[in-house]
């Protein structure tokens, strides 16, 4: 198995530690080349969405990523990663990739309460330490949509076909119930399924 991380900017570091550490080997994404090599998982970090989304697009990665993503590749977004994935933004007109159907509020809670530490339970994964930089929140979801987790009533998790979507950065605490999670529903996919009929 091997799993892709974009790697523009942001906190990518953070997570490909956690991948050496679970023993499963990585690839840094950083140009379009990168982008259109077999992988079976991919990883959006958090960051600043408006700076990774120009870069996908002058790095020559937008195309090659979206269309894998919508073919079936697991996907982990977490925070700025998940402005990236989603079909709409209340309070921004840009739109990335646009393949996950719910509506996210991007600096959701103010700049002075942006950042706090939470726990909150995670789908069947119990309790998961959060921290939130910054961060988003799902105002809406649509029809398929599995809300995973809320914090003070707003959804900061969700899963959708391929793709989980996060608020909180998971890669900034010692859990790695997340992570797991996501290497999980790799290792259950019919890996080679999607990447027929990609590009
Ligand atoms: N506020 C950032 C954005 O809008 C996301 C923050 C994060 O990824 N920690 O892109």
């Given at each position: 198995m091997i799993v892709g991380v974009l790697?523009?900017?942001?906190?990518f570091a953070e997570h490909e530690k956690i991948l050496k550490e679970l023993g499963v080997e990585y690839l840094e994404l950083r140009n379009g080349n990168d982008a259109r090599q077999d992988f079976d998982g991919l990883i959006l970090p958090g960051g600043e969405s408006t700076t990774q989304g120009k870069l996908l697009r002058e790095l020559d990665m937008f195309e090659p990523l979206q269309e894998k993503i919508a073919y079936g590749l697991p996907v982990l977004a977490t925070c700025a990663g998940l402005i990236l994935l989603a079909e709409e933004l209340s309070n921004d007109s840009a739109r990335y990739?646009?393949?996950?159907p719910v509506k996210v509020k991007r600096n959701?809670?103010?700049?002075?309460?942006?950042s706090f530490y939470t726990e909150e339970a995670v789908g069947d994964l119990g309790k998961v330490p959060m921290t939130f930089i910054r961060a988003p929140y799902i105002e809406s979801v649509k029809a398929g949509v599995e809300v995973l987790a809320e914090v003070n009533e707003h959804i900061v998790a969700v899963r959708y076909k391929n793709q989980i979507g996060l608020s909180?950065?998971?890669?900034?605490?010692?859990?790695r119930k997340i992570h797991q999670m996501f290497l999980d529903s790799i290792s259950h996919q019919d890996l080679k399924a999607w990447t027929q009929k990609a590009i």
């Open positions: 790697a523009v900017q942001g906190a990739f646009g393949t996950l959701a809670y103010g700049r002075q309460l942006g909180f950065h998971p890669e900034l605490n010692e859990d």
